[in-house]
């Protein structure tokens, strides 16, 4: 270290911090903690409208550790620095056919940001999905190793580079989805796949949340291995692909892998369907451009900071919930996930979070995250669903264990 | 084999029949047993060259005995070993002399089946299988699919993070697992997941799973089930070289293929099991593909078509599409049947299970060739081919004077090449105690010690299954402590960042 340089951790408040080794975060971080400062851990900070506000005088940020460094397609396997563009790690994969299978969302436009800016940290640290999060699983299924810096400024990895692996517990899951409160990521490996040959979606019109729960559930129950189902009601399907779809409402099953098959299983269950209701059906092309809108919810980019809820719950029982809540609050809502994923906007601004999450548990459980809010309201509410008593002690547990000092991302997920 | 245990406590050894009383109060009648001759049948697991008679045997039949035990043994400092069906084959489940072995095999029940949401909750110790044939009437199964499945617990696959055949395209019992309850050393009931996917918090579901009965006790599993493909097509395809097999599997995936299952077997493993089950393999070939397609049968016609062309392209000197159900069964059945079969050839063996990078096949399989030569065993290999994970099964007899002994450095040895070319210790079938001292092979102290940080958030006393998976066992205080200390770790060179 030079010397010379140095500063005093007082001397350079409200820095950004950016490290560019494994080694530099860790310095970063054994200086906060001597200097018993927070600090805010971000990719560049795409998903900042995520979790509690962090009050933390110091931003360490992953901007300078980017760059793949292993990729083999035939292996299925890719490395990359915790700090890597997503964007970039999509492109890459693209040019050798194959894919993120989770098909992570992108939380910026919801939040008014431009799209495409998020990090493979970020994407792991919130364990982000998208509609075939229901087939295939989420970012922590995807997960095969990590490099990290906890926040006990000790380096360690957990995990490798192949996919059948259960040597020592799985802190890969572990760090997938806890926000940067647990460890700074430095590297992570993930598995990817090939992509498939070509894709198509049948959508079915008109039917009430509930039909559209029931057609959902016989799809997925089917022999058509359908790879994402989503409920768009009347009016919320005019907000997907530039208003294309009508205001009618869309119940959309995607089916993809290669041609013949694709063929085979879109005709099959089709006929099925068709029993159901009038039926329609999208080229990959347009059927590439729906999924998309239904990851990115779309239908409530608008530009506001009106409340918005995520709520991962019983397939089902979601039109119940939904119903439920619209009798007592002004929502508007969409289903991904055969239904057991809701998102939520709540029209006059309030959070209503115990209303929500008590329609949830009278329903089958679950849980609610506001993902979209005011700061003000995302500091005076529960972002996250409050854990029962000893649960909630065990995860505080966790916390100490790998954050004693309480010096990453301070009440991010309190 | 001789593994160094924690050293029992003679404090509890003396208190054994005040413990096994305090037990029958808590699990009255037949559920506590402590005659040494009906404790025999527990005393080791799969990995039958360890044995030990526990302290006392538990078998509980409902979610407050299970919690009411292990709040006993937390306030009297008794270790304690979960056990599901006793088939790990890294001693997961070996007992200890001074600890209580807790049994779920009384949680048989299936508890509920929901078609609609896809899933299944059952008890731990319901066998794997027994979720599938619960389930078959509607068309449906579960898919993990270890080789034990007939025998095995859901507990178990849970704890272990168990794999099989079709896990390529499947996933793990981690990816097929949607919720847990279990129960704490402190004799706390939890619960994680359910119906729906992803945790509220932090991912316990993901730690859990894997955590081989360190963590806390299954006392019910809410499973992810599917509906079976229309149809299943295998290939048996052979090749005068290993290398040519391998070139084979990258061939088939770099198409964008992932079929249901893709095994190898080597020459060793292929005649042993065409001896023993005749399920029509050549025997006049150096490795033998078996590859499953599976889905709707446009694609599964099309996708062999590609497969065959693939195999031929790479050499292949046999080629066998299968025609029936029956033929499908008996390609599986050698494949199945591989470990019995290796049995028959030789008084004992000793299976390894790392994971290796696939294109290190060619070197590993070198490696140990040479190891078979230096340490004068013969070797056999069956090979999850589609992921790297592989079985050299080490042919060895315990009644020669060192085979054993040769036969556990050859096994260590192997392991320590997989982790060299990339890989790691075990793949599917856990650390345990026989991987436990490899374990500074894949991981630094610092590694290691996150490692344990988690138990310590779980279990700070140790006692849950203590002397498994870690080589060195730290107190938690000690691994609390922080290094940094104030003042002494000089703020980094800001500049720099
Ligand atoms: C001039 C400018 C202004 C901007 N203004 C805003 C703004 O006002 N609001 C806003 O939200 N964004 C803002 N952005 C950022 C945004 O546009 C992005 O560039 C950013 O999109 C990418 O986010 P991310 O995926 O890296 O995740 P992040 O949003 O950085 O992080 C998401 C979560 O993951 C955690 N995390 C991320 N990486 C790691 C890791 N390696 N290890 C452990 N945990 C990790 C974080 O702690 C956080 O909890 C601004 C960018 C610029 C250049
Ligand atoms: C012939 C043979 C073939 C095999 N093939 C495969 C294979 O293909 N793939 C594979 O992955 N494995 C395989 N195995 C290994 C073994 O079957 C699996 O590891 C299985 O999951 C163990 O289940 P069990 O119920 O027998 O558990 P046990 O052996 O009883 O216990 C295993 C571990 O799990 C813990 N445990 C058990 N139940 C619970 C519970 N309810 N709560 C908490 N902890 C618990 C124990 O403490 C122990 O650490 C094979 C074994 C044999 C004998």
């Avoid at chain 1, 793949?68 to 997503?86: C, D, F, H, N, R």
């Avoid at chain 1, 399907?237 to 089916?255: F, Q, Y």
């Avoid at chain 1, 039926?279 to 990851?295: G, H, K, N, T, Y």
Wanted: glycine letters at 10%; charged letters at 25%; hydrophobic letters at 40%.
């Amino acid at each position: 270290m030079n010397s010379s340089a140095r500063m005093t951790y007082a001397s350079i408040e409200k820095s950004i911090l950016r490290p560019e080794t494994t080694e530099d975060i860790r310095d970063i971080v054994a200086a906060a903690v001597s200097a018993q400062e927070p600090l805010a851990v971000e990719g560049t900070g795409s998903k900042r409208g995520l979790g509690r506000p962090v009050q933390a005088a110091r931003t360490l940020s992953l901007t300078k550790m980017s760059g793949v460094t292993l990729y083999e397609p035939e292996e299925l396997v890719l490395s990359a620095k915790a700090g890597t563009p997503i964007a970039e790690i999509e492109a890459l994969v693209d040019e050798n056919n194959q894919r993120l299978e989770f098909e992570p969302m992108d939380y910026g436009p919801l939040h008014g940001l431009e799209a495409g800016q998020g990090t493979l940290g970020g994407v792991v640290a919130c364990n982000l999905s998208g509609p075939r999060r229901l087939k295939q699983g989420a970012a922590r299924d995807h997960i095969l190793g990590v490099r990290a810096v906890s926040g006990r400024a000790e380096i360690f990895k957990s995990g490798g580079r192949v996919v059948k692996n259960v040597t020592g517990y799985d802190l890969s899951k572990g760090l997938t989805g806890s926000y940067g409160t647990l460890a700074v990521m430095s590297e992570i490996t993930i598995k990817v796949l090939p992509k498939c040959e070509t894709e198509t979606t049948l959508v079915l019109r008109g039917l009430t949340d509930g039909e559209a729960a029931g057609a959902m559930a016989a799809s997925m129950g089917s022999a058509a291995e359908v790879s994402a189902a989503a409920h768009l009601p009347a009016y919320v399907s005019s907000r997907v692909m530039d208003g294309e779809l009508g205001n009618e409402a869309a119940t959309a099953i995607r089916i993809d892998g290669f041609g013949p098959s694709v063929e085979a299983r879109a005709t099959h269950l089709g006929r099925a369907l068709e029993k159901v209701g009038k039926l329609e059906r999208l080229e990959p092309e347009a059927s590439r451009r729906l999924w998309r809108d239904v990851r990115d919810v779309r239908p409530f980019v608008d530009g506001t900071d009106k409340p918005v809820w995520r709520l991962s719950v019983t397939p089902t029982r979601s039109h119940e919930i939904v119903m439920s809540l619209r009798m007592q609050a002004a929502i508007d809502a969409f289903y991904d996930w055969q239904g057991g994923l809701v998102w939520l906007r709540m029209e006059a601004g309030e959070p209503a979070a115990d209303l929500v999450r008590e329609t949830i548990r009278r329903f089958g459980g679950g849980h609610a995250t506001l993902v979209r809010a005011s700061e003000s309201v995302r500091a005076a509410t529960a972002v996250f669903q409050p854990q029962p008593g000893p649960l909630a002690g065990l995860s505080r547990r966790l916390k100490e264990q790998f954050d004693p000092a309480g010096v990453l991302n301070p009440g991010k997920m309190g | 084999m001789s593994v160094m245990m924690p050293k029992p406590s003679e404090a509890i050894l003396s208190r054994r029949r005040a413990i096994v009383e305090a037990l029958r109060q808590i699990v009255p009648g037949e559920g506590v047993v402590d005659a040494a001759n009906e404790m025999a049948v527990f005393e080791s697991d799969g990995l039958t060259a360890y044995r030990q008679l526990p302290l006392v045997v538990v078998l509980p039949s409902t979610v407050e005995q299970v919690a009411a035990v292990l709040k006993y043994c937390h306030g009297e400092d008794i270790p304690v070993v979960p056990r599901g069906s006793g088939t790990s084959l890294s001693g997961g489940a070996l007992p200890l002399e001074d600890g209580v072995l807790l049994v779920l095999s009384k949680f048989n029940r299936v508890l509920e089946i929901d078609y609609d949401n896809r899933c299944a909750v059952v008890q731990p110790g319901v066998t794997n299988l027994g979720i599938t044939h619960a389930v078959a009437g509607n068309g449906f199964y579960y898919a993990p699919d270890p080789s034990s499945q007939i025998a095995c617990s859901i507990g178990g696959n849970v704890a272990e993070n168990s794999g099989g055949v079709h896990c390529l395209k499947y996933g793990l019992t981690a990816n097929n697992v949607l919720g847990i309850q279990f129960v704490t050393i402190e004799g706390e009931v939890m619960r994680l997941g359910g119906k729906h996917l992803d945790a509220e918090g932090y991912d316990l579901l993901g730690l859990m799973t894997g955590s081989e009965g360190l963590l806390g006790v299954v006392t019910e599993v809410t499973v992810r089930i599917l509906q079976k493909p229309e149809t299943a097509r295998a290939v048996l395809i052979g090749f005068p070289t290993s290398e040519q097999a391998g070139e084979c599997v990258a061939s088939i995936i770099a198409k964008g293929i992932i079929p249901g299952g893709m095994e190898m077997m080597d020459r060793p493993a292929i005649t042993a099991a065409e001896d023993f089950v005749h399920a029509g393999y050549p025997t006049d070939v150096e490795a033998l593909l078996i590859v499953e397609l599976d889905g709707p049968a446009a694609e599964v016609d099309h996708l062999l078509a590609e497969v065959e062309a693939i195999g031929n392209a790479n050499g292949a000197v046999t080629c066998r599409v299968s025609q029936s159900e029956e033929e499908r069964a008996a390609f599986w059945a050698g494949r199945k049947a591989a470990f019995p079969a290796v049995g028959r050839i030789s008084p004992d063996y000793y299976c390894m299970d790392g994971t290796i990078p696939r294109k290190e096949l060619p070197k590993v399989l070198a490696g140990m060739k040479a190891m078979s030569e230096k340490y004068g065993l013969r070797v056999a290999n069956v090979f999850h081919a589609g992921d790297g994970n592989l079985h050299p099964l080490i042919l060895y007899d315990a009644n020669k004077e060192g085979e054993l002994h040769r036969a556990e450095e050859f096994g260590n040895d192997i392991l320590r090449l997989c982790v060299k070319v990339g890989g790691v210790l075990t793949g599917e079938h856990g650390v345990g105690v026989e991987k436990r001292d490899l374990m500074p092979e894949m991981f630094d102290e610092d590694d290691m010690k996150h490692q344990q940080r988690v138990k310590c958030a779980f279990d700070d006393k140790h006692l849950l299954n203590p002397g498994k998976v870690f080589p060195t066992l730290h107190r938690c205080a000690e691994l609390g402590r922080m290094h940094v200390h104030k003042g002494q770790v000089a703020f980094p060179d800001l500049p720099r960042f």
